[in-house]
């Protein structure tokens, strides 16, 4: 078995309060077989929203996965959603970086958006992506151990910060890799930013990444796990630690 490959990432972000967010996705996944993962932090501008608890209700095209939504109601006024799809190869994407996606809000929202393609991961129909998550008021992200279902096995776990405000992080996990970050380019309660990294492992049953640097405060802090596909081949990433660690590129 080896842990599903990273094959590209992307970023992107809705700078305006719109109930239409335009998402980009990942170069590669023109081709069937590829796993598509879509973070999105988002501020809170005023109000509930129509779903449980009062969050905001998140609507995605077709065929998508939703996966973990997580708020801050109070103080940082930001959440957390993600989904996931399995190319078929039939969608009619291009492949090279511009393909996009429309996912709307019950409520105007700035959003700032990380998205990953994966090779060799399950199909989320089997087993979806597993997600913990904690909220942090005012601290640096550390994002909380995840225990993904049938390990020992070869996971990719991705770190993630969702927060408002609008400093980079300065490091993230160590031993982790390629961290991205996109923000909404403003420094209040009604912006948004997103940073992530990733780790691949081998034979992982549990992992508890380090925190991140981050000058500001977090609100959303989050693990994700993602499985390998049964019969992947040998082979193997790195094992899980604690820390932190320069960003990627």
């Known amino acids: 078995m080896t ?21 980009a996705l990942p170069a590669g996944i023109n081709n069937a077989g590829r796993l598509i993962k879509v973070m999105i932090s988002y ?18 095209p077709g065929g998508w996965e939703p996966v973990d939504q997580d708020e801050q ?30 996912v709307t809000s019950d409520l105007v929202s700035r959003s700032a958006h990380n998205t990953y393609s994966f090779t060799g991961a399950e199909n989320p129909s089997t ?17 909380p151990a995840n225990t993904p279902t049938g390990g020992p096995k070869d996971f990719t776990y991705i770190a993630v ?10 490091a993230y996990s160590s031993g982790y890799s390629g961290g991205i970050f996109v923000n ?9 930013r997103c940073g992530s990294c990733y780790l691949e492992t081998t034979s992982s049953t549990t992992e508890d990444p380090g925190g991140f640097t981050d000058p500001d405060s977090a609100t959303a802090e989050v693990l ?9 081949g040998k082979g193997g990433g790195k094992g899980g630690n604690k820390g932190g660690g320069k960003p990627g590129g």
């Open 184 to 192: 909404t380019g403003g420094a209040n309660a009604n912006h948004a």
């Open 73 to 102: 109601q109070q103080g940082g006024d930001n959440g957390f959603v993600c989904a996931c799809y399995l190319t078929t190869g039939s969608e009619g994407f291009t492949g090279d970086g511009s393909d996009t996606i429309e």
């Open 43 to 60: 501020a809170i501008a005023g109000g509930l929203g129509g779903g449980p608890g009062g969050f905001m209700v998140w609507t995605w």
């Open 3 to 23: 842990a599903p490959v990273v094959d590209a990432t992307n970023t992107s972000a809705e700078t305006a309060q719109v109930l239409s967010h335009t998402v």
């Open 224 to 232: 994700v796990s993602i499985q390998e596909t049964p019969g992947s």
């Open 127 to 143: 087993q979806l992506p597993e997600v913990t998550t904690s909220i942090a008021a005012n601290s640096a992200p550390d994002p």
């Open 161 to 170: 910060g969702a927060s408002s405000l609008d400093d980079t992080f300065s």
